[in-house]
């Protein structure tokens, strides 16, 4: 059985909490959208969002892109993706998209291509 980590129990929640107040980065009702890449860093993030929202009285959910550049790895990032949401009870929104055509079409860097297409899907 999978359990996300408790709210302020955990340090890194308690530092995402600290900072979202300092900032005031999000007020009860909002909604926050997490791009989820299945990697540490986007897990962390929403695992910590997840355990403040009910607290802070705001809303989550997920989107995963697919950018086509790692094939059967890429594939199984949006499974572990999908599946993380639905074990939180979590909405994801999941798409593929072909990077590479993107640059090609649009002549930018690979990195240049892959933020756009994101930044797009997002």
């Known amino acids: 059985m999978f359990t996300p980590p408790a709210p302020l129990s955990d340090p890194l929640v308690r530092s995402v909490d600290h900072t979202m107040t300092a900032h ?3 007020e009860p009702e909002d909604r926050v959208l997490v791009g ?23 809303s989550i959910g997920a989107a995963h892109l697919n950018h086509g550049l790692r094939g059967d ?8 993706a999908t599946d993380l949401a639905a074990k939180l ?7 593929r998209q072909s990077v590479t055509a993107y640059q090609k079409a649009h002549r930018k860097s690979p990195e240049e291509a892959a933020r756009e297409v994101r930044y797009r899907f997002l």
């Open 36 to 58: 989820l890449s299945g990697g540490p860093d986007s897990t962390a993030l929403l695992l910590c969002l997840h355990g403040l929202a009910k607290s802070k009285k705001f």
């Open 73 to 80: 790895r890429a594939d199984e990032d949006a499974r572990c």
């Open 24 to 26: 005031t980065m999000l």
């Open 89 to 95: 009870g979590l909405p994801i929104v999941t798409e």
